[in-house]
T-cell receptor, first 115, second 116 residues
């Protein structure tokens, strides 16, 4: 089945800095989704990233805080900018795969701690 | 608007007991997809099943079974003869229309603890 990888798997960052999270899929996909999971909570959609166009953000998430790139059909990045402790979460990318198992699959996640 | 409700926040069972996790959904679309995921303590989200709105057949996979009832807007998940390795948070999710083009809406999750 297709593989979704994320880098880094975890990081500890200082307040005010930025972190870029990478998501790589080993097959081409149209849409990639970025979710946030705050401690003990469910998953919340941050944005939808379509190759060749600007990402679409959900209410409560803005491009200045969470800029996203989608340079090709297998890769995307999410940056968490000017971080505060409230940004401490697991960030997950997700794609829909129709080969090697049909469903919406998630990367392993990036566990971010902001001090 | 779409919504997924998992009313059970936490469930604790003794090993070998059967357990059912409830999921109730709301949507105005006639075409939608329902999912279940397992999130063990390690944190990764493991895909368990996808079911579309036109397929009401129940599904069984080993010790896992799913009961989809459109009449009650429910998609419940049963684990038979539970094991300690089943301890995890389980999420039910909904996607309207084709899931490749639309994101998932998740329930709040049910934390299952299986005690040896």
């Amino acid at each position: 089945s297709a593989v979704i990888s994320q880098k880094p798997s975890r990081d500890i960052c200082q307040r005010g800095t930025s972190l870029t999270i990478q998501c790589q899929v080993d097959s081409q996909v149209t849409m990639m989704f970025w979710y946030r999971q705050q401690p003990g909570q469910s998953l919340t959609l941050i944005a939808t990233a379509n190759q060749g166009s600007e990402a679409t953000y959900e209410s409560g998430f803005v491009i200045d805080k969470f800029p996203i790139s989608r340079p090709n059909l297998t890769f995307s990045t999410l940056t968490v900018s000017n971080m505060s402790p409230e940004d401490s979460s697991i960030y997950l990318c997700s794609v829909y795969l129709s080969t090697g198992g049909v469903g919406q699959f998630f990367g392993p996640g990036t566990r971010l701690t902001v001090l | 608007a779409q919504k997924v409700t998992q009313a059970q926040t936490e469930i604790s069972v003794v090993e070998k007991e059967d357990v059912t996790l409830d999921c109730v959904y709301e949507t105005r679309d006639t075409t939608y997809y329902l999912f279940w995921y397992k999130q063990p303590p390690s944190g990764e989200l493991v895909f368990l099943i996808r079911r579309n709105s036109f397929d009401e057949q129940n599904e069984i996979s080993g010790r896992y079974s799913w009961n989809f009832q459109k009449s009650t807007s429910s998609f419940n998940f049963t684990i038979t003869a539970s094991q300690v390795v089943d301890s995890a948070v389980y999420f039910c999710a909904l996607s309207e229309r084709f899931p490749g083009n639309t994101p998932l809406v998740f329930g709040k999750g049910t934390r299952l603890s299986v005690i040896a």
